[in-house]
């Protein structure tokens, strides 16, 4: 891997594997530019594509901009050009499990919303994940699903509206300039939708609260865990966030697990007298 100067303003951006900038993390960065300390080197590509370090690249694009012309031109790492946007997107994946930020699931469902977009199709997208030893198939799959929907959500009322016309696949292609295996796929996750939406409609009462109920503890738990990592990286991070993330994990483990439990009867004895 070569070592050569680039000026910031050449550096370009195709993709990034994260969803959201981490301010706190940038600041840090920024910190060690002003005080000479030793940071980790951008990597581009052969064609001055930013592949990792976005929050380096940001760090040195906002001191320039407060004008620190000194930082204008940086070293950067250059590795070849690879042909497919995928292999990039791996590499770029590896290289951030070396990074003190780890990447969050809304990061996974972006990256594969971006290739979702490029025309990669979810088995493609989990297999090269997978077989990289990346993501469990289940957790592959699951940020997979979650991405093709945020992606084709919005097609989904035009193509409704063009199917009642009488309009078939390729001409639907044609209109929205999209392939066809993009509106196949779109009718395909709206019959889904249709059919989640008439079993839940038979699910009892008590099941829709043990759904509501169970996702306020996990996302309490996961936001609580998230804070304590944060907290050990000596990230900066108040500590009344810290005990609301406690207060409502407490509450989940103490007052909704009893409920839980007690729903998981009554809704057994509930769909045994159906």
Request: glycine fraction near 2%.
């Amino acid at each position: 891997m070569k070592v050569e100067k680039r000026k910031i303003k050449q550096i370009k951006i195709v993709f990034y594997i994260r969803k959201d900038f981490n301010e706190a993390y940038i600041d840090g960065i920024t910190q060690s530019i002003k005080c000479g300390e030793t940071i980790r080197r951008i990597i581009i590509n052969e064609d001055n594509e930013l592949q990792e370090g976005r929050h380096t690249y940001e760090a040195y694009r906002r001191l320039i901009a407060q004008g620190f012309t000194e930082y204008e031109t940086i070293e950067c790492e250059i590795i070849p050009t690879t042909k497919s946007s995928l292999e990039a997107m791996i590499r770029s994946t590896k290289g951030h499990e070396k990074s003190k930020l780890p990447l969050l699931p809304a990061d996974w469902v972006h990256s594969f919303r971006t290739l979702l977009a490029e025309g990669f199709t979810i088995k493609q997208i989990v297999q090269a994940y997978v077989s990289q030893k990346l993501l469990s198939p289940g957790r592959a799959k699951d940020y997979a699903l979650a991405a093709e929907s945020l992606e084709l959500r919005p097609l989904m009322p035009r193509i409704i509206n063009l199917m009642k016309t009488g309009k078939t696949i390729p001409e639907i292609a044609e209109k929205l300039e999209k392939s066809p295996e993009v509106i196949k796929n779109t009718l395909d996750l709206i019959k889904k939708n249709e059919t989640r939406r008439k079993n839940e409609n038979i699910l009892t009462p008590l099941t829709h609260f043990k759904r509501k109920t169970h996702k306020r503890f996990y996302l309490a738990k996961h936001a609580l865990d998230r804070s304590l990592r944060q907290l050990k990286e000596k990230q900066e991070i108040s500590s009344a966030t810290i005990d609301e993330y406690k207060e409502a994990l407490d509450y989940s483990r103490q007052e909704v697990l009893p409920i839980l439990t007690m729903l998981d009867s009554k809704d057994k004895r509930i769909k045994s007298q159906k």
